[in-house]
């Protein structure tokens, strides 16, 4: 029964998470403002109940706030860097882009888009795994160790540290 609820659950979360990105993928001008997204939604999802609560702020459980516009671009730019990756690797892609902006302090485009930074080219509307990874990470999950660089090649000359390898990426910081 948990498997099933969970199942309905998830279906859920990618139903309304893909109707929100296909709603912004077909508004979307592909002029990249310069201004920072002047509103917030607060979405956060509790594992004791299995619901989504919209523009509540809780005070007893981690969440992370996105604006749409965000969430878009986390998962356009986790298909274009780990497509063939499960949720957990989209996420630890996302989690990179989350950790240098928290340590450059930078928003999300700022860091996507800066040169030679991420394969932005590939990019394109999230899958369901792109909706689950993003949902794990409103939910607090954090299983990145601090990365801030990844590589699908081997080891490479960025970081001073090497972290882990999962799926076809190396993560270091």
């Not at 981690?62 to 986790?78: G, K, M, P, V």
């Not at 957990?88 to 030679?116: C, F, H, S, W």
């Amino acid at each position: 029964m948990k498997d099933l609820l969970n199942y309905i659950f998830t279906f859920i979360i990618g139903f309304v998470v893909g109707v929100a990105c296909i709603g912004s993928y077909f508004s979307h001008d592909y002029h990249m403002s310069t201004e920072k997204p002047q509103s917030t939604v607060y979405i956060y999802y509790t594992t004791e109940t299995n619901e989504i609560a919209e523009n509540e702020v809780p005070d007893d459980e981690f969440y992370r706030t996105f604006t749409d516009e965000e969430i878009n671009l986390l998962e356009q730019i986790a298909m274009a860097e780990a497509n063939g990756e499960d949720t957990k690797g989209k996420a630890l892609v996302m989690m990179v882009v989350l950790n240098r902006a928290d340590k450059q302090g930078k928003t999300i485009e700022e860091v996507i888009y800066k040169p030679n930074a991420f394969y932005t080219e590939g990019m394109r509307p999230g899958d369901d795994e792109c909706h689950e990874a993003i949902a794990m990470i409103m939910d607090g999950w954090d299983e990145s160790e601090g990365a801030l660089y990844f590589c699908s090649t081997g080891w490479n000359r960025y970081g001073e540290e090497h972290l882990f390898q999962y799926g076809g990426h190396y993560f270091s910081k």
